[in-house]
T-cell receptor, first 113, second 109 residues
């Protein structure tokens, strides 16, 4: 099992550009999550999807959109990137929402110039 | 919210036991206490969780106070690969996990 995979691993954008971060899991989990981690900080939840077909805002959703494409895949889109979105982005999944163990991907390091 | 308090950093010698404390004085009676760790340049990984009694797995042990207001993650023999940030997370019902700043553990050879 690959677990949780994320693409790309690194990305540099210019202000105003758009991009989509991809996440996939092969553990048949129902719930998926997107977090961001700024230097020296803990993780903050951007969006989550309790199950296929549902998405909800987390702590810091502004400037992002998500799509739960199917049970395996959960993408995060930045429509117009800003320097404040420079961060490391982690995708995670769990069997049930929140209370079950979350499994994390390796992260995407995004720099917005 | 179950507010948690962890030391910012701790240091251990290799092969020595490490006790990482966490206070979660407002935890409810039915919320499990979860511990995750984050190795350098990696995503967080699950370490252990428990409700009331002490728990052991291949990675660590979790000692939970009788009143559940605090817990201690125990690494029995720290290795250099255990150098990481350790997060204590008592979820509050069916709400998102809150990853605070955790405790940065340094292991000295």
């Amino acid at each position: 099992n690959a677990g949780v995979t994320q693409t790309p691993k690194f990305q540099v954008l210019k202000t105003g550009q758009s991009m989509t971060l991809q996440c996939a899991q092969d553990m048949n989990h129902n719930s998926m999550y997107w977090y961001r981690q700024d230097p020296g900080m803990g993780l903050r939840l951007i969006y989550y999807s309790a199950s296929e077909g549902t998405t909800d805002k987390g702590e810091v959703p502004n400037g992002y959109n998500v799509s739960r494409l199917n049970k395996r895949e959960f993408s995060l889109r930045l429509e117009s990137a800003a320097p404040s979105q420079t961060s490391v982005y982690f995708c995670a999944s769990s069997h049930r929402q929140f209370t079950d163990t979350q499994y994390f991907g390796p992260g995407t390091r995004l720099t917005v110039l | 919210d179950a507010k948690t308090t962890q030391p910012n950093s701790m240091e251990s010698n290799e092969e020595e036991p490490v006790h990482l404390p966490c206070n979660h004085s407002t935890i409810s009676g039915t919320d499990y206490i979860h511990w995750y760790r984050q190795l350098p340049s990696q995503g967080p990984e699950y370490v252990i969780h428990g409700l009331t009694s002490n728990v052991n797995n291949r990675m660590a042990s979790l000692a939970i106070a009788e009143d559940r207001k605090s817990s201690t993650l125990i690494l029995h023999r720290a290795t250099l690969r255990d150098a990481a940030v350790y997060y204590c997370i008592p979820p509050v019902g069916n709400t998102p996990l809150v990853f605070g700043k955790g405790t940065r553990l340094s292991v000295i050879a």
